[in-house]
């Protein structure tokens, strides 16, 4: 089954990361990723822009459309991972090993709908 790993983290500390930094988080997630993505069980992986690039829609009646995130919390969503994994358990301990080390969090999801992408074809 398809589990969105989504990574939720303090932008403004991201923001401040130097390069290097960025560079070691990177490559320690790749020692994670690699082997997911070698064994066809890794999907997309993305880093979002930053919170003030979004655009947020309210559905109703009248859609309200405001600038940047709805919610207004410390951590931001800055990213996600889309994982085929056994089991919930399975990717809670991916979860695990990718943060190891480090603030924020991993929020877990089933993935319900999956339609596969035609971007890129």
């Given at each position: 089954?398809?589990?969105?790993?989504?990574?939720?983290?303090?932008?403004?500390?991201?923001?401040?990361?130097t390069?290097?930094?960025?560079?070691?988080?990177?490559?320690?997630?790749?020692?994670?990723?690699?082997?997911?993505?070698a064994?066809?069980?890794?999907?997309?992986?993305?880093?979002?822009?930053?919170?003030?690039?979004a655009t947020?829609?309210?559905?109703?009646?009248?859609?309200?459309?405001?600038?940047?995130?709805f919610?207004?919390?410390?951590?931001?969503?800055?990213g996600?991972?889309?994982?085929?994994?056994?089991?919930?358990?399975d990717?809670?301990?991916?979860?695990?090993?990718?943060?190891?080390?480090?603030?924020?969090?991993?929020?877990?999801?089933?993935?319900?709908?999956?339609?596969?992408?035609?971007?890129?074809?």
């Amino acid at each position: 089954m398809l589990y969105a790993i989504l990574c939720f983290h303090d932008e403004a500390e991201v923001d401040g990361w130097t390069r290097e930094q960025d560079d070691a988080v990177l490559a320690k997630r790749a020692k994670v990723t690699d082997p997911l993505a070698a064994a066809g069980r890794l999907g997309p992986a993305m880093r979002l822009t930053s919170t003030p690039s979004a655009t947020s829609v309210r559905s109703g009646t009248e859609p309200l459309v405001i600038d940047g995130p709805f919610a207004e919390t410390k951590e931001q969503l800055l990213g996600l991972y889309v994982v085929d994994c056994e089991s919930q358990e399975d990717a809670v301990e991916i979860a695990k090993q990718l943060g190891q080390d480090e603030t924020g969090g991993f929020e877990i999801r089933p993935v319900k709908l999956y339609k596969p992408s035609t971007i890129g074809s």
